[in-house]
Structure formats: structure tokens, C-alpha cells
């Protein structure tokens, strides 16, 4: 248990369906990371939160939009995906970004399949 | 439910000495197996994967992991550390579930400090 939860575990949504996925910490951590990995590709860092504040976007198409209501909390608004979308989604918390003893504490990921 | 571990939380090496950090995971299915490495204020990054074929894989930096199955270990070994390789080190599972759904499992994680 890493103190990252993140819901759903699983997702199965068609290409013009609408939503969420919810991230919540209990760490008192004050940066938040969405990661996605794909079938046999390493993991990918889309979004970063420092504060509350979008720190970095991986050039993420707009179809993914992230949102930071607070430090506890990180959602991933999902609209039109795309088939090649499908993947494993992770967030990930740390007490600061760019701290040089940061370590990440990863939630367990909602498998995403886009149909 | 599947659980990877790594037991030495925390390394201390002298420059030049060999590196070898454990992992071991639970699952008996068909497994995917990673090294990530994350450097002091920087984001995570592969390091190496094993996904079939020759159970020693090399990576970036010199790094090498052996997958030894009957062990269900994936051991991350360097014959020669450097100052830049101080970061933490995360090993993680891939597993292809009985419902053929993977979940993807991140060990706690070992940070290494390699003094000069």
C-alpha cells in the first residue's frame, strides 16, 4: 500500500464516450504525476503538478486534460480517445518536484481499453 | 495478489565497487520485468526490461539484470559504480492475469549512494 489510490482499477470506454480518472493521495505530498505505459514500451511521464500548478505536459494530445483541484487530488479527463490510447494509466506523488531526495510513490494504475 | 520486493531499502557504495540490488516477485504466471532509475530531481526512466529470449539483459550505463524463473528473481547488477548512478532504483512487474488483464506492480524502491 503506497498511500496513492487511484480509481478505477479498469476502464472500457468507445471512442466518443466522456471520462475520469481519479487520483487521491494521503501522504501530504505536493506534486502528482500522471505516467502511461503501453504494451512493451517503457513508462511514459504525461503530465506534472507542483502545487497545484501544471509543471510539465509531454506534449499530450488535448485529448487527455488533466486537472489539479488540489495537492491530494489529480484527475484525467478523457474525451475522443483513440484505440492506440489503450494502456496502463499511473500516478504517482512526491512530497516536491524537484527535490534531490524526491522519490515517487506510484498508485496501482487503471488499465484503460479504448474500443 | 502479486508483490514485488526489494529488500535493501537503502545502498551505500564506494565509487568502483559492484552493484547488486535484488528483486523478487511473486506472480508464477507470464511476467514482464523492468528496472526504472530515478536521478536526484529528475522523473523516472527505463533502464532495462526483460520481456523474453536471453534472461540477461543489459541496459543503459552498463547495468545488466538476470531473470532467473525459478528464483522469480530479476537482480540488477553493475560490475563498476559511478558517482552519477546516486538515484533511486525501482524494479516493477508486468503480469498477465488468469482474466488476461496485466496490472503492472512497483516495487518500494532502493536508493543507491555512491560516495567519491
Known amino acids: 500500500e503506497t498511500g496513492v489510490t487511484q480509481t478505477p482499477r479498469h476502464l472500457v470506454m468507445g471512442m466518443t464516450n466522456k471520462k475520469s480518472l481519479k487520483c487521491e493521495q494521503h501522504?501530504?505530498?505536493?506534486?502528482m504525476y500522471w505516467y502511461k505505459q503501453s504494451a512493451k514500451k517503457p513508462l511514459e511521464l504525461m503530465f506534472v503538478?507542483?502545487?497545484?500548478?501544471?509543471?510539465e505536459n509531454n506534449s499530450v494530445p488535448s485529448r487527455f486534460s488533466p486537472e489539479c483541484p488540489n495537492s491530494s487530488h489529480l484527475f484525467l479527463h478523457l474525451h475522443t480517445l483513440q484505440p492506440e490510447d489503450s494502456a496502463l494509466y499511473l500516478c504517482?506523488?512526491?512530497?516536491?518536484?524537484?527535490?534531490?531526495?524526491?522519490?515517487?510513490?506510484f498508485g496501482s494504475g487503471t488499465q484503460l481499453s479504448v474500443l | 495478489a502479486q508483490s514485488v520486493s526489494q529488500h535493501n531499502h537503502h545502498v551505500i557504495l564506494s565509487e568502483a565497487a559492484s552493484l547488486e540490488l535484488g528483486c523478487n516477485y511473486s506472480y508464477g504466471g507470464t511476467v514482464n520485468l523492468f528496472w526504472y532509475v530515478q536521478y536526484p530531481g529528475q522523473h523516472l526512466q527505463l533502464l532495462l526490461k526483460?520481456?523474453?529470449?536471453?534472461?540477461l539483459v543489459k541496459g543503459i550505463k552498463g547495468f545488466e539484470a538476470e531473470f532467473i524463473k525459478s528464483k522469480f528473481s530479476f537482480n540488477l547488477r553493475k560490475p563498476s559504480v559511478q558517482w552519477s548512478d546516486t538515484a533511486e532504483y525501482f524494479c516493477?512487474?508486468?503480469?498477465?492475469?488468469?482474466?488476461?488483464?496485466?496490472?503492472?506492480?512497483f516495487g518500494s524502491g532502493t536508493r543507491l549512494q555512491v560516495q567519491p
Open positions: 504517482a506523488s512526491s512530497p516536491r518536484q524537484g527535490l534531490a531526495n524526491e522519490k515517487l510513490f
Open positions: 501522504l501530504g505530498h505536493n506534486a
Open positions: 516493477a512487474v508486468n503480469a498477465f492475469e488468469d482474466t488476461g488483464r496485466r496490472a503492472l506492480t
Open positions: 503538478y507542483n502545487f497545484k500548478e501544471q509543471t
Open positions: 526483460y520481456f523474453s529470449g536471453d534472461p
